[in-house]
């Protein structure tokens, strides 16, 4: 069966194929000549399940004779091995014991012998029985077996310094203990001096802060100071000459008062005498004290005269009066009686 | 030699009071994890290992980025002192790195911080006050210490916490004076200050007068008020009235060079009011000074020469002063350069006629 032969390059193979291997197809049981050698090699079929595989082992198997066809002998052999094979069985089945055939006129019947139905069935009879071992004896320990001595004797010992150089091998492992350990405290120390120069630098600095600090301050309060200072002494100044303007001021106004005023005093002097402000003292005694007393002693004089005066008016009156009504009287009797 | 082989058992727990650190990368991201464990056990071998680890800057900056912080916030509310203790001591190791500075600012751990200061476990609260003392170092940390209205509290603590959390303290004090010193001066700084002048710890001495320094200096960085001229009055002013000034002069006798140089700085701030100067000078101010000028120390020599300077203002100072002068001609060569420059206006202020 041989297909197309792919092209390949036969030189680098390590052999050639007469047929190449390849999957076979599924062919139809009928199948038809014509149209399959133009078939493509569409479909595989599974090698499994293919009837023209050989399964099982080989090495007890029946070699297919080189003829695919049987011989008519073979044929005829078959046919007769099968024959016999069916006599055999025949012959078997007739072979088997049977219950001989009933005698002339009788016949087999089923007969119960027993009074009783039993039933038969498949069930033994079986009874338990017991059996106990004796309590367990300590098996001797087996005798060390030592089996006989063969062969030769070997020794070996590892001496010291063999196996490996402890110093020489124990010195990274310390190394990465020791180094490990600085290492984590050359860390901490680091944190802690960087921290000390750290405040160590702030210090100083803090010590210029405050120095120049200090001094700006004292400066300032000396500035304050001496501003005051010489405001105060300004002011003092000024009050100095303004109290000096004043005192000019005055002297100047009194000068002048004093000279306006200078013929003041001859004319005061003049218009007090003219109105009466220098008097002679017995004249105004005399004028004070006598004058009134007269004038009241008069007045008593002139009121006791006015007095006598109403007095004697009163009494004219009376009289008139009690003259006119007895003259009334007088008359109205006068015209009563007439 | 034995067989390369690898096992297949984990490798021996040595210490067992520490979680095993995963290899490389994945050692933060699983430490961080078994921190929001709810078992007590796991967090507390989880926080020694990460206390372990984080001296190494790489390793503290992995630790923030991943939001560490947050995990340890809360573990600082816990209620095992051993986990509080160990988170306190991981914040303080972080705030020796700029960076977790940097990040303390930003996720507000100065907050949280602060709520442990009425904490009863003194260790805890040891590396509370360290944290916050490392935070204040950097200008930006004490702005924010202040911004959180921690100085009045720090203040009251001072009176009655132990002495190294005193020095602390006093530390966290001084970084803050210098950025903003109203608000203590507000509750008090300087009767308590006051107190710890006459410590018998030198450490503690310094430190407080270094503080009442900065307290009289009173220079404001920080910008909320711009009120200048007030703050730095007020210090001294206080100063005065307190009746600082003549403990300060009997620290400059002090047998340590360090006390004796933060109180002459104090001094040279406090006498710059008149008052001040008067004060100084009632207790007799200028004789020590004047020894503390030969000092070999710069910075006791400094102070020094600038506390003479001040005084030097006063006529009875100068009158005084006139006769040392050749102490200060001999500062003239000096190695420091402030120094020479601050004897020679010392020397000018002495001889300056009206």
Known sequence: ??????????????????????????????????????????????????????????????????????????????????????????????????????????????????????????????????????????????????????GKDVATQILEGELFDFDIEVNPILEVLTGKTIEQALLEVMEEEELASLRAQQRAFEELRNAELVEVQRLEEQERRHREEKEHRMKQQREVLRLEKESAKKIAARAFAQHYLADLLPSVYSSLQDNGYFYDSVERDVETEFMPWLMTEVEKTLDKRVFGRTMLDMLIREVVKQRLDIFEKMEQTKHASK | MTAVRISGNLPPNIDCTKAPIAFGRRAVPKLNEELQNPELITRQRALMSLCDLVHDPEIALEA?????????????????????????????????????????????????????????????????????????????????????????????????????????????????????????????????????????????????????????????????????PSVPLEGKNKLCEEEVIPILVTLLGDPSPEVAASAAGALMSATVTTPGKYAALNADALLPLLGLVRSPQTNVCLNAVKAITVLAEAPEGRKELLKHLDLLEDLRGHDSEVTRRAAETAMRVITWKP
């Open chain 2, 64 to 228: 923030m980025r991943l939001g560490c912080l947050e995990s340890l916030k809360r573990l600082l509310r816990d209620v095992d002192s051993t986990v509080r203790m160990k988170t306190t001591e991981v914040f303080y190791r972080l705030a020796t790195h700029n960076v977790g500075r940097v990040a303390f600012l930003k996720s507000d751990v100065i907050l949280p911080l602060s709520q442990l200061f009425d904490e009863p476990v003194d260790v805890c609260r040891k590396n509370m006050h360290m944290a916050i003392e490392m935070m204040s170092e950097f200008p930006g940390g004490a702005v924010g210490l202040v911004e959180a209205g921690l100085i009045p509290r720090l203040v009251f603590k001072l009176t009655s916490e132990l002495e190294e959390i005193q020095e602390l303290i006093l530390d966290t004090l001084h970084f803050c004076l210098c950025v903003d010193a109203s608000e203590a001066l507000a509750s008090e700084a300087v009767s308590v200050l006051k107190e710890k002048l006459s410590h018998r710890s030198a450490r503690i001495r310094n430190k407080a007068a270094r503080a009442l320094m900065d307290l009289s200096l009173g220079v404001q960085v920080c910008n909320l008020k711009h009120t200048l």
């Open chain 1, 1 to 150: 069966m041989t297909s197309i032969l792919q092209p390949q390059k036969e030189a680098t193979g390590t052999y050639t194929f007469s047929s190449r291997p390849r999957a076979l197809q599924n062919r139809n049981k009928y199948r038809d000549p014509v149209a399959e050698q133009n078939e493509e090699q569409a479909q595989y079929g599974n090698i499994m399940y293919d009837r023209r595989v050989v399964r099982g082992n080989t090495y007890a198997q029946n070699i297919l004779p080189i003829s695919a066809q049987t011989d008519p002998i073979e044929i005829q052999r078959m046919q007769e091995a099968r024959r016999r094979a069916v006599a055999r069985k025949r012959a078997k089945e007739q072979l088997r014991p049977r219950t001989p055939e009933p005698v002339e006129g009788r016949k087999h019947i089923d007969v119960q012998t027993e009074l009783y139905l039993e039933e038969l069935s498949d069930r033994i009879e079986e009874s338990d029985v017991q059996c106990q071992t004796d309590a367990f004896l300590d098996r001797p320990a087996t005798p060390l077996f030592i089996p006989a001595k063969t």
